[in-house]
């Protein structure tokens, strides 16, 4: 029975785990998106949120708390300047978990798994690079054949 076990334990020793998942951390941290399979992927939004979200007030403390997570200097750095001040207005939920399908040599799930203000493709920043649609007017036509007969207030009163 596995009753109140919430930890995932993906078939590794806690020292492996821990290193595991500190690894996973680092890279998505420092790559931003990063693929692995759907177990660790979830077990890793799990690790790396609440370090994200300690990464929003930039103290010593909070420094040093994650530090001790990622034992990584480059990766705090860029958590604490990078990533906190395009995450600053976001209440959560900094991640995002895709799933890619299976892996064909042991037919493992795949899932990307990256951070959400980080995607140009979707999101914030695509509404923002798109070109606005040109406006077309659909009674233009009318509205020149009205003025050539001189009766241009009757084509503005059908608008």
Same mark, same amino acid.
């Given at each position: 029975? !596995?009753?109140?076990? /919430?930890i995932?334990?993906?078939?590794?020793?806690?020292?492996? !785990? &821990? #290193?595991?998942?500190?690894?996973?951390?680092?890279?998505?941290?420092?790559?931003?998106?990063?693929?692995?399979?759907? +177990?660790?992927?979830?077990?890793?939004? =799990?690790? =790396?949120? *609440?370090?994200?979200?300690?990464?929003?007030?930039?103290?010593?403390?909070? !420094?040093?708390?994650?530090?001790?997570?990622?034992?990584d200097?480059?990766?705090?750095?860029? $958590?604490?300047?990078?990533?906190?001040?395009?995450?600053?207005?976001? *209440?959560? %939920?900094?991640? !995002?978990?895709?799933? $890619?399908? #299976?892996?064909?040599?042991?037919?493992?799930e /795949?899932?990307?798994?990256? $951070? =959400?203000?980080?995607?140009?493709?979707?999101?914030?920043?695509? +509404?923002?690079?798109?070109?606005?649609?040109?406006?077309?007017?659909?009674?233009?036509?009318?509205?020149? /054949?009205?003025? +050539?007969? %001189? &009766? #241009?207030? #009757?084509?503005? +009163?059908?608008?």
């Open positions: 029975m !596995r009753h109140g076990d /919430k995932k334990n993906l078939s590794r020793t806690k020292a492996h !785990r &821990d #290193a595991l998942m500190m690894n996973l951390a680092t890279q998505l941290i420092q790559h931003k998106r990063i693929v692995t399979t759907l +177990a660790k992927a979830k077990a890793l939004r =799990v690790y =790396v949120e *609440p370090l994200i979200t300690k990464g929003k007030t930039n103290t010593t403390h909070q !420094r040093r708390i994650v530090f001790s997570y990622l034992q200097k480059e990766a705090v750095t860029e $958590l604490f300047s990078t990533v906190a001040e395009k995450i600053a207005g976001r *209440p959560g %939920g900094y991640t !995002r978990i895709i799933k $890619l399908g #299976a892996r064909p040599g042991d037919n493992a /795949k899932a990307m798994i990256e $951070l =959400v203000d980080f995607n140009e493709i979707y999101g914030k920043g695509a +509404a923002e690079a798109k070109t606005p649609a040109k406006k077309t007017r659909r009674s233009g036509a009318a509205k020149k /054949k009205a003025e +050539a007969t %001189g &009766d #241009a207030p #009757a084509a503005e +009163a059908a608008e």
